[in-house]
């Protein structure tokens, strides 16, 4: 096999944009598979820290949410509808 001339692709179009690495896509799997069996361990592990210090609680929370709300500029081109977190987790903080 002779391979590819030099600065020449074999692939001129390049990766298409938003195409993920197939890698990637199975190590998120992956991950969300194992967070998937830890739900119960999480839920009480917050229960825990919200009885004792609902300032950490929070701390923790907005820490925990960031990877499962998009960020600010993934929203940016959107109407910017405000949404309170108790429709979006179902969860009230008193």
Do not use: H, R, W
């Not at 190590?27 to 950490?56: G, H, R």
């Amino acid at each position: 096999m002779k391979g590819f001339k030099k600065g020449i692709s074999g692939n001129p179009n390049g990766k298409p944009k938003g195409v993920q690495n197939k890698i990637d896509v199975e190590a998120k799997k992956v991950f969300l598979m194992t967070l998937e069996k830890q739900l119960p361990n999480i839920e009480s592990a917050f229960d825990e820290v919200f009885k004792t210090d609902k300032a950490k609680y929070l701390e923790l929370y907005a820490k925990y949410v960031q990877y499962f709300i998009p960020k600010k500029t993934e929203i940016e081109g959107s109407n910017n509808i405000f949404v309170p977190i108790e429709i979006i987790t179902g969860m009230v903080i008193k």
